[in-house]
């Protein structure tokens, strides 16, 4: 797909979405009559939204995650998982809840990814969980959040990484345009910690501003590497490969308003992706 056809069905999904559902199909004949092509990858797209529910800024494989309660975020605060003893909530996202920790080893304050334990039961949720781990785990660069350990206490399964003081690119363009060499510097920032992670064979596969912390140093860190492909590092023989043992064969990987052509069409990805 041309990259001037991917930019047109992207503006095309995001205005049909503007609209109310019952008004999309006449918006569509209306805005691409003479494409048939174009106006059935968009409906495909919106088809896809309607049955997720939140399909454009929801990592699509999140769509099903229950909501955590209050309750249950409750529970965990003053709790010790293992070495770590929790302080307070961080964040929440479909894979569980992210929370601030003491590390009383080291005397030091940590970010403990937490996967409920509903969620830990999902075979393919504790799956992409451990991934992440081990995907964000090969990796050492100033760009990327640093994991410290995995592990699993009492039926929890958590991942302790690097405490990101700051806040998403995304919530710092909801304040405000960048001006034109702050984006620049985000986007080589982020280049860089990318070209690491390809170098070691991992493809991100959800950049987007939520996953880009900003800290107040200036310094970009790329987070959650659960939708990473590990696959064969940069001048490795097959032999050497680091496995990935499970994908998500019939199903579209990413945030669709973030995704490059061959991730939308389902096709094979590499670091161009």
């Known amino acids: 797909m041309k990259p001037d056809r991917w930019v047109q069905i992207d503006r095309l999904l995001g205005e049909a979405l503007d609209r109310e559902p019952e008004h999309r199909k006449a918006f569509l004949e209306e805005a691409c009559p003479e494409d048939a092509d174009i106006r059935r990858e968009v409906e495909a797209l919106l088809d896809a939204h309607e049955k997720a529910g939140s399909f454009v800024q929801t990592p699509v494989l999140d769509l099903s995650a229950p909501t955590i309660s209050c309750q249950e975020d409750h529970s ?96 710092r363009i909801k304040e405000r345009p960048l001006e034109v060499e702050e984006v620049l510097d985000v986007s080589i920032q982020a280049a860089e910690g990318l070209e690491a992670a390809h170098k070691k064979g991992i493809i991100h596969r959800d950049i987007k501003p939520a996953n880009l912390m900003l800290t107040p140093e200036g310094r970009v860190k790329i987070l959650d590497f659960g939708l990473a492909k590990i696959a064969r590092p940069e001048g490795k023989a097959a032999a050497t490969t680091v496995s990935e043992s499970h994908d998500f064969p019939g199903i579209i990987i990413g945030t669709a308003r973030y995704m490059s052509p061959e991730q939308v069409l389902g096709h094979a990805v590499d670091h161009r992706t």
């Not at 080291?106 to 799956?127: E, N």
């Open 76 to 171: 965990l605060s003053g709790r010790k998982l293992g070495p770590y003893e929790i302080l307070s909530l961080i964040g929440r996202g479909g894979m569980g809840e992210v929370y601030k920790a003491l590390d009383t080893r080291l005397g030091r304050v940590d970010a403990l990814k937490i996967l409920p334990v509903k969620l830990a039961a999902d075979p393919g949720r504790l799956r992409r969980f451990v991934r992440e781990a081990k995907a964000a785990s090969l990796l050492n660069h100033p760009n990327i959040a640093t994991i410290y350990e995995i592990g699993e206490s009492d039926g929890i399964h958590w991942i302790a990484m690097e405490l990101v003081e700051g806040q998403t690119l995304a919530e």
